[in-house]
């Protein structure tokens, strides 16, 4: 199995370039078996060395290395202890889904991907202090039902059964952010009827597309 931290680095880069994050902003994560590899604290995300993610126990909080792990260490334990399931945890900060979101705007399902790699109900949660127990609760609260949550004033938090997955999310939230923006400034921006969801949610070849990103 290829090492996680070695892909931590790979999609570090690739989130830096698709511009999801800039400067040391942003942190991502990943878990293997009892332990998370999480980004350090202070970091460029496009300039961590795969032997700098910082090993972190995820029940008992030990850090296994002379760096300082992100600030934000203990929203990513609490997703990791709440959902059993989630492989990686990315906190990205893209501008227009910030600016759109803290400016009131609504994020509603519009295009196909949006419902089969986001989820039909995305929940944008108001401002709480960074960095501590405040983010930490109001994100473990809604990472219960959710694999999408954006943060008025902040950023996107997302989960993945794997790496790929949590980037992938990472990456539609932003796009679907640009097509708001585009909609919203040239007239009415259609949104998805509930029958137009439910025939994406049923979609087989939906169900392998998603079944992919999960093996990556
Ligand atoms: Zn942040």
Not at 10 to 35: M, T, W
Not at 106 to 117: C, G, L, S, T
Request: net charge neutral.
């Amino acid at each position: 199995m290829e090492d996680i931290r070695k892909k931590l680095t790979e999609y570090g880069k690739k989130i830096v370039e698709k511009g999801l994050v800039a400067g040391p902003g942003g942190n991502i994560s990943a878990r293997e078996g009892d332990f998370v590899f999480l980004s350090p604290s202070g970091f460029f995300l496009d300039e961590i060395n795969e032997e700098e993610w910082v090993k972190v126990n995820i029940k008992t909080g030990e850090i296994y290395s002379n760096l300082r792990p992100t600030c934000e260490i203990s929203m990513h334990l609490g997703i990791y202890i709440e959902r059993p399931d989630v492989k990686a945890v990315f906190h990205t900060h893209p501008p227009i889904t910030v600016g759109l979101i803290s400016s009131g705007v609504k994020f509603k399902p519009f295009f196909p991907d949006y419902v089969a790699i986001l989820g039909k109900e995305v929940p944008i949660i108001d401002y709480v202090q960074p960095a501590g127990e405040e983010i930490r609760k109001a994100v473990v609260k809604e990472i219960k039902k959710t694999n999408v949550i954006l943060l008025k004033n902040h950023g996107v938090v997302v989960v993945g059964e794997t790496i790929k997955e949590a980037y992938t999310r990472s990456l539609i939230v932003e796009e679907a952010a640009k097509s708001i923006f585009v909609g919203i400034c040239c007239g009415k921006l259609r949104y998805f009827t509930k029958k137009e969801i439910e025939q994406i949610e049923n979609l087989e070849s939906e169900d392998y597309r998603k079944a992919l990103l999960k093996k990556q």
